[in-house]
């Protein structure tokens, strides 16, 4: 099965916000981000659009750059919950849909600077995440190309917020779906995720 659609199918079972899948013998680690799952989410995190320092450990050698603080926030905290799993392994697959996506950008960014791998970054419907020089930081790490955001044409939430601008790869998948909701669904993903 190909790790983009392990990833959509882990994701539209679990409601932890964050999960951790061991590795095999063929596969790296892989942690996957939950995207909005309540309205303490949109509330706290999606709607705090204010910027904030990313990675926060470089804030003083000002290395990293300005993000959407209530993604930043909710990627610390999961990191936080996760750290067990962060410090037992390396070499990562990260992914999330929405909310989760800009979270797995994150933790991408904070692993990499904590001297951890990235093998590579999957997310589906991310929106806008962080300045022009926190993109810049994002591709002096090496991960602007490990990292794929799948979108559809009519996906909404990968325009906003119009504040920030997109960190990654564009993969634009064919979807004829005019709806901007459905067109969002994670599980319109997973099913055009072949």
């Known amino acids: 099965m190909k790790i ?3 990833i959509t199918n882990v994701l539209l079972a679990q409601t932890n916000g964050i999960i951790c899948i061991e590795p095999k013998i063929n596969r790296p680690p892989i942690i996957a981000f939950a995207g909005t799952q309540n309205l303490k989410d949109l509330f706290v995190h999606d709607f705090n659009i204010l910027p904030t320092f990313w990675p926060p450990e470089n804030k003083k050698s ?3 750059g300005r993000v959407h ?5 909710r990627t610390n905290y999961l990191i936080n919950t996760v750290d067990e799993f962060i410090t037992k392994h390396d070499n990562f697959i990260l992914g999330g849909h929405s909310l989760g996506g800009s979270c797995a ?3 991408a960014s904070k692993l990499v600077n904590i001297n951890k791998t990235v093998e590579a970054v ?6 806008k995440i962080g300045t022009s020089k926190f993109r810049d930081y994002y591709k ?4 602007w190309n490990k990292t794929i955001n799948y979108i559809t044409e009519n996906d909404f939430v990968v325009n906003l917020p119009f504040l920030y601008k ?12 005019k709806n901007g909701f459905i067109s969002h669904d994670l599980i319109s ?3 055009l995720v072949k």
């Open 4 to 6: 983009e659609k392990i």
């Open 62 to 64: 000002r290395l990293g």
């Open 69 to 73: 603080s209530g993604f930043a926030t």
């Open 105 to 107: 950008i994150l933790c």
């Open 122 to 127: 999957y997310t589906f419907g991310v929106p």
């Open 140 to 143: 002096s790490q090496g991960l």
């Open 166 to 177: 997109s960190v990654g790869n564009t993969n634009i998948l064919e979807f004829e779906e």
């Open 189 to 191: 993903y997973d099913t």
